[in-house]
């Protein structure tokens, strides 16, 4: 493995909501000990409990490709290039959550319909083809307007983003069917006018103060701006590889009030095994001034048929946040070692690394 002789050292100003009148973080020890209180046991019933809430989302992108990048679109069987795209979609969410049902096994249910309205529906603005790529015969939209093969718009479409039924014993809730899930390698990603979603099983185990644990398997994607189902792909690669199934694992543990560690295994079936453990601690009080530090470190290496080669990647990121009231200023760390992209789930935040803003900045030995 070659090691880096290079790196980022980014700087990043940030606006954060800060929480009014926050007390400094206590740096003693938390034991662990089993909650004394049960949630299941407060559950109020399946029409009690229910709720229905909606939100919506403007989104617009207007992109320009410098260095003679292109993009393409389809006109008169030909395929003209433009170094600019633009995207415009207005997302709604309309989801309804039941409440638990009484006894010692609780049950509940979540349905969410989304909703997406091209409001930028120019073929030759879209650009949907793919920009600097060699032509696939297919025109997706690039993650931002659903398009028709052709190139076309889809001027407004629907689909169920989330269905699933939770049942809950104690503090433990396993959920089965299409839902949000949030993990250093399998995280739903929100960045576009609506968000992805996930088709499997979970399992939070959380019967502990200080301690919990997750496992979950996912065979199916519901991309952000897509309304069919997909197996699972990862960002870097060729776009054409897929995995079956995905299994992931981890703890999270939290030995101060003032400190998270999470521990985290996730296997890509024939892609690829990847570790992460990532730690974030906080001293002082944000109302004066508070120091965060946050480290996150990846392994990543191939795993059976190998499908996307060989794969032997150390990715790590340390960050030092000062915070005053509304107000940080964050330094940042980023390193990769190894002759490839460090690399992840297409259609998840499965990126925690403190330099992926706009950029992931996580070529080979960046």
Not at 132 to 140: L, M, N, Q, V
Not at 314 to 323: A, H, K, M, N, V
């Amino acid at each position: 493995m070659k090691l880096s002789s290079t790196a980022i050292l980014a700087l990043a100003i940030s606006s954060v909501t800060a929480t009014a009148y926050a007390e400094t973080q206590s740096q003693a020890f938390t034991p662990v000990t089993v909650k004394e209180k049960s949630a299941q046991s407060e559950a109020t019933g399946f029409v009690e409990g229910q709720s229905i809430t909606g939100t919506t989302r403007n989104w617009y992108a207007n992109e320009q490709l410098k260095r003679g990048g292109k993009f393409r679109y389809s006109k008169d069987g030909a395929l003209p290039e433009t170094d600019r795209r633009i995207n415009w979609v207005q997302g709604t969410i309309l989801k309804y959550n039941s409440g638990f049902t009484e006894g010692t096994v609780g049950f509940s249910t979540e349905v969410a319909a989304y909703n997406a309205i091209a409001l930028e529906r120019d073929r030759e603005n879209l650009a949907a083809g793919n920009g600097g790529a060699p032509k696939t015969g297919a025109f997706s939209g690039n993650n931002r307007t659903l398009t028709e093969k052709g190139g076309d718009a889809v001027g407004q479409w629907s689909k169920l983003g989330l269905a699933n039924v939770k049942a809950r014993v104690s503090n433990s809730t396993l959920t089965a069917g299409r839902q949000s899930y949030s993990s250093p390698q399998v995280d739903t990603i929100g960045n576009r006018a609506l968000p992805s979603s996930f088709e499997g099983v979970s399992l939070n185990v959380a019967e502990l103060e200080n301690l919990t644990f997750d496992i979950a398997t996912f065979d199916r994607v519901s991309p952000r701006m897509e309304q069919s189902l997909q197996k699972f792909r990862t960002e870097y690669a060729n776009g054409r590889v897929e995995s079956d199934h995905i299994y992931t694992g981890g703890i999270t543990y939290t030995p101060f009030s003032s400190l998270t560690t999470s521990l985290w295994a996730t296997q890509a079936e024939d892609i690829w095994n990847q570790y992460y453990f990532g730690a974030t601690h906080v001293l002082g009080d944000s109302q004066v001034l508070s120091l965060t530090t946050g480290l996150n470190y990846y392994k990543t290496q191939e795993e059976g048929k190998a499908l996307i080669g060989d794969i032997d990647n150390d990715t790590y990121s340390l960050s030092f946040g000062l915070t005053h009231q509304a107000h940080t200023l964050t330094f940042s760390y980023q390193e990769v070692n190894g002759n490839e992209y460090f690399d992840y789930l297409h259609e998840t935040n499965g990126i925690y690394l403190a330099n992926s803003l706009l950029s992931d900045f996580n070529g080979p030995n960046e």
